[in-house]
């Protein structure tokens, strides 16, 4: 927090309105690796590999997901979950498409609170949605996993995400 506050003097906090379980608004917190005037509060622009938005500092956090830290806030405030669908930015789109727009299944990932790390996570379904097929494949395995929760499958995708931390799309 300190270091990103020493590069360039914004906030500490990237606050984002996100849509949890049952389709209920939430703020979510993130450690702000973007510069202050580059910001996307709806994030119709997703973060591109090379986004000349993102600061020195926030680079690192991204690659190492240290970004994502601050949505243990979220956690104790029970509007996510440690395991579930990771909630997108509502401006989020595929092909410019929104992505309710793309496939009607999309609402039925909304049953659960959203997680911090999720099945789409853990089979590398990370960054950009620049194609209709980064969404589906994204919204597959959140209902995946929805139907077939079990708390040894949140366990294994727990596991599971300490080897994914650092990423080739977490950019």
Same mark, same amino acid.
């Given at each position: 927090?300190?270091?990103?506050?020493?590069?360039?003097?914004?906030?500490?906090?990237?606050?984002?309105?996100?849509?949890?379980?049952?389709?209920?608004?939430?703020?979510?917190?993130?450690?702000?690796?973007?510069?202050?005037?580059?910001?996307?509060?709806?994030?119709?622009?997703?973060?591109?590999?090379?986004?000349?938005?993102?600061?020195?500092? %926030?680079?690192?956090?991204?690659?190492?997901?240290?970004?994502?830290?601050?949505?243990?806030?979220?956690?104790?405030? %029970?509007?996510?979950?440690?395991?579930?669908?990771?909630?997108?930015?509502?401006?989020?789109?595929?092909?410019?498409?929104?992505?309710?727009?793309?496939? +009607?299944?999309?609402?039925?990932?909304? !049953?659960?609170?959203?997680?911090?790390?999720?099945? +789409?996570?853990?089979?590398?379904?990370?960054? +950009?949605?620049?194609e209709e097929k980064d969404l589906t494949n994204r919204l597959q395995?959140?209902?995946? !996993?929805?139907?077939?929760?079990?708390?040894?499958?949140?366990?294994?995708?727990?596991?599971?995400?300490?080897?994914?931390?650092?990423?080739?799309?977490?950019?």
């Open positions: 927090a300190l270091m990103i506050k020493l590069e360039d003097r914004g906030p500490t906090f990237f606050i984002q309105r996100r849509m949890g379980r049952g389709n209920q608004f939430f703020e979510m917190y993130k450690f702000r690796s973007m510069r202050e005037e580059g910001r996307d509060i709806d994030g119709v622009r997703s973060t591109a590999r090379d986004d000349e938005r993102i600061t020195r500092i %926030g680079a690192l956090i991204r690659r190492t997901s240290i970004d994502e830290l601050p949505q243990l806030i979220n956690v104790l405030k %029970g509007e996510m979950s440690i395991v579930g669908p990771r909630p997108h930015a509502l401006g989020s789109r595929a092909n410019n498409k929104l992505f309710w727009d793309i496939d +009607a299944n999309y609402w039925q990932r909304h !049953c659960l609170k959203p997680g911090l790390t999720g099945l +789409a996570q853990v089979r590398d379904y990370r960054g +950009a949605t620049e395995a959140d209902l995946e !996993c929805i139907s077939g929760w079990s708390l040894m499958r949140d366990m294994e995708i727990l596991l599971k995400t300490v080897l994914v931390l650092r990423h080739a799309n977490a950019y």
